[in-house]
């Protein structure tokens, strides 16, 4: 996959994951996002977790990579009509336009249409991320967030065909 507005997305590889881990393992970050597993800071669910996506073929997983250093992941997974996109970054690099250029990337080189994504409907980063992308609201839902132990409103977008 190139590189796009600074960004490389390149195919995962193990020396990844413990990045991954730290990124995703962060508080802030984990609360931010809502919508997270159940204990993110358990390292061995966090491992299998990745080996299965690691070894699913409908799953596209990519490392983003910013000034030679890896600041993230992005992906599309799910059953065909409801493929859905996600991405982390690293908390330290926020507001840098990473993850808007990450999902911009992703989205090129994952042509199938429609996609969805979720958020809370608190994170406004992700939602300015995806709207900026061409994602529009479709929807709300309600659910409970491990992250923050308690029943969270979240926005569905679409980004259509």
């Known amino acids: 996959m190139?590189?796009?507005?600074?960004?490389?997305?390149?195919?995962?590889q193990?020396?990844?994951?413990p990045l991954f881990f730290a990124f995703m393992s962060d508080p802030e970050a984990v609360r931010t996002a809502a919508f997270t597993s159940e204990d993110p800071t358990d390292r061995r669910a966090f491992d299998a977790h990745w080996r299965y996506i690691l070894a699913n073929d409908s799953v596209v997983m990519r490392t983003v990579v910013a000034d030679g250093a890896?600041?993230?992941?992005?992906?599309?997974?799910?059953p065909p009509g409801d493929r859905q996109v996600t991405y982390?970054?690293?908390r330290a690099r926020w507001g840098r336009g990473l993850a808007t250029a990450?999902?911009?990337?992703?989205?090129d080189a994952v042509p199938e249409r429609p996609l969805h994504a979720r958020a809370a409907a608190d994170n406004t980063g992700s939602r300015r991320v995806l709207e900026k992308c061409g994602f529009v609201v479709t929807g709300t839902d309600h659910g409970y967030a491990h992250a923050r132990g308690e029943e969270t409103d979240e926005l569905l977008f679409t980004l259509p065909g």
């Not at 190139?2 to 995962?12: A, D």
């Not at 193990?14 to 994951?17: N, R, S, T």
């Not at 890896?70 to 799910?78: C, D, E, K, M, R």
């Open 14 to 17: 193990d020396g990844d994951l």
């Open 88 to 90: 982390w970054i690293d």
């Open 70 to 78: 890896v600041v993230g992941n992005a992906g599309v997974y799910g």
């Open 102 to 107: 990450a999902l911009s990337a992703l989205l």
């Open 2 to 12: 190139g590189t796009t507005r600074g960004i490389t997305l390149r195919e995962v």
